[in-house]
């Protein structure tokens, strides 16, 4: 993901109510998954809260869990170790996309210089 889609998904643009009609969650229970940590909408400077595309895809997965039977403790460490295995998996990528450094292949060995003069 580019870092301008990156930024766009995590810009708060819908009020409670259009996340409410979006998700079919309830407002109570938005406010609820606040208080517990598993959303965190950015919020305007008189304190309006604003959901992102992020938060909605977030709630979206909170459902689902919630639809598999798992509380809302069970969530909050499920989403953690996601978000923890997503930070892994994008630092795997950048590592393996760092070229080797050292000798090349084409290197005579440190032991075998007498050929070399």
């Given at each position: 993901?580019?870092?301008?889609e990156a930024a766009r998904a995590h ?81 795997i990528a950048q590592l393996t996309q760092i070229p080797a450094e050292g000798p ?14």
């Amino acid at each position: 993901m580019a870092v301008d889609e990156a930024a766009r998904a995590h810009r708060g643009v819908y009020g409670i109510s259009v996340m409410s009609e979006l998700s079919g969650v309830g407002p109570q229970t938005l406010r609820l998954y606040e208080r517990r940590g598993l959303l965190a909408p950015s919020r305007t400077g008189g304190g309006t809260r604003r959901y992102s595309e992020a938060d909605l895809a977030r709630l979206r997965r909170i459902s689902a869990l919630i639809s598999d039977g798992i509380n809302l403790t069970g969530i909050g460490v499920i989403l953690d170790l996601e978000t923890q295995n997503a930070i892994l998996a994008e630092r795997i990528a950048q590592l393996t996309q760092i070229p080797a450094e050292g000798p090349s292949s084409e290197s005579v060995p440190a032991g075998d210089r007498s050929s070399v003069r």
